[in-house]
Nanobody, 114 residues
Framework: QVQLVESGGGSVQPGGSLRLSCAAS????????MGWYRQAPGKQRELVARITSGGRTNYANSMQGRFTISRDNAKNTVYLQMNSLQPEDTAVYYC????????WGQGTQVTVSS
């Protein structure tokens, strides 16, 4: 069974930055892709960013240019650098790993408020 552990969430003022980390219990190179998703209260879970095993990335439109997904295969970790955070970015952020199955982490809370 694959374990994904997110960290790095917290509270930040508008315009601030956070870096989320997702540590996997096995080599992330073996996954087809890994991604970050988020779910705000009362809303559906949505894609934030995704990176394939080949390094190809894609982002939700509202995150393009503000968020950056990256991976460190040696550390079995995927990162999400979030800049220019706004109150609408407040959500629980989840890490997902894809191969024959989908694996999810427990989530980390990000709160953006003044």
């Amino acid at each position: 069974q694959v374990q994904l552990v997110e960290s790095g969430g917290g509270s930040v003022q508008p315009g601030g930055s956070l870096r989320l980390s997702c540590a996997a219990s096995r080599s992330i190179f073996r996954f087809n892709a890994m991604g970050w998703y988020r779910q705000a209260p009362g809303k559906q879970r949505e894609l934030v960013a995704r990176i394939t095993s080949g390094g190809r990335t894609n982002y939700a439109n509202s995150m393009q240019g503000r968020f950056t997904i990256s991976r460190d295969n040696a550390k079995n970790t995927v990162y999400l650098q979030m800049n220019s955070l706004q109150p609408e970015d407040t959500a629980v952020y989840y890490c997902k790993a894809e191969d024959w199955n989908d694996y999810w982490g427990q989530g980390t809370q990000v709160t953006v408020s003044s």
